[in-house]
């Protein structure tokens, strides 16, 4: 069964391809504006998106380019087909540019719809197969771990000794550095590494989806459920399965997964049976969890049930002797990919790296060199190369990170131009989050809405 969502402001419209197509295995949403074709986007992560380009509210173009941004915090691929005027392909030229990936023009026939419906589905398919396959590809390879930090060593230990065993993992850290990275490696030097690796990241799927995504359905349970789906747990028998962000947890899917924890059971979305799973459990959030507890937020025998075999990652500015190592592994990897060869860093821009304080730690740090070696054509990479904002606030304290929002900017004598300089930090936040909306919101301490608002006021998309 594919979601389809139908976004036009006819109704007619949306009743009549609701009609035509009753008969086959589509369940359609609806939205009557753009506005809310994008919340309900966000919300139930339809298959394939039919938006009229023409609406009263939002027109579809904007709701089009919404669309996809949301997409890259879902991780997901969503294709857009967009219907346009007779006669009018300028505007559908524009649409395929702003990502949609196909178009039909009014009036159309059912079979002209079918087929086009069809052709993106078929689109889709082979895009998750990539994305699937990309992965597993990865995953056999390996990304290498670097850092000889004695931090970095201690982590590796940890992580060889639990890997052989079945414990439950928790992974801990901040943003960027090296969560995700450390539970592949725990994985694939397990017993369990000819078994499945299943990931789900908590903070990526809405509430609403995420029980039957972790724990399946049963046939018939909801409308729509034509099929009985396994869950994420299930896909994980006799392999790992990975929860990343689990700090996002709501307060009831936490119950639901420590009943997993502590019986090593799920149960289905309306089902009365349930299942034993083998599975093992890796988690990670870049939270403080401790302090959720404290707060009632996340509860406390789940927190025990996790928190089994704890591995902390250091943050970069606490491994300074790995800033080095990193600047030149990186180095290797996206000269490689740009075509360019031999390109060195000076010792003062390594110095400058050094100094830095690191908020997006190994992300960050990966994300500059790539961005440099774009930019710059030199063979040696130099301090004046590197971005601005890592020179001057260079030295600023380590413990900022305890508490933003205390601002202590100080206004030049020559004035500044506000404007050039929220773009700029805003950008800044979108790199250092891989364009993560909610978390470059939370870094600027705006809300994602203003954020978003912002993105489109100073053209900033991805
Ligand atoms: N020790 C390391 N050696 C090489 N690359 C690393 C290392 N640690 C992290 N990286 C790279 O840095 C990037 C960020 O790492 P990762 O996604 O694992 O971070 P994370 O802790 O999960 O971050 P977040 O909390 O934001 O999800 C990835 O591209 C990863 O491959
Ligand atoms: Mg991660």
New binding site residues.
Partial sequence: MYKILIVDDEKNMRWAIKRAFKNQPYDFLEAADGEEGIRVFEKEQPDLVLMDLKMQKMDGLTALEKMKTLEKDMEKDIPVVMITAHGSAESAVEAMKHGALDYISKPFDVEELRIILQKALEFKGLQDKVNYLEEVLEMKQG?????KSEK?NDVLKMVHQVAKTDATVLIL??????????ADTIHRNSERRQGPYVKVNCGAIPENLLESELFGYEKGAFTGAVKRKIGKFQRGEGGTIFL??IGELSLPMQVKILRVLQEREVEPVGGTETYTVDTRIIT?T?QNLYEKVQKKEFREDLYYRLNVFPIE?PPLRERKE?IAL?AK?FLQKYQQELGKKDVKISKEALEALMDYHWPG???EL?NIVERTLIISSNQIIDKKDLPPGLITHGTSPSSDSESPGEVAFQLPEEGINLEALEKDLILQALER?EYNQT?AAKLLGISRHTLLYRMEKYHLKK
Wanted: glycine share 14%.
């Fill in positions: 990304k290498p771990i670097i850092g970095m850290g901040e943003s960027g550095t090296g969560k995700e990275i450390i990343d962000e990670a870049n990652l790995d990193l592994h730690n190994i992300r990966e989050t978390r």
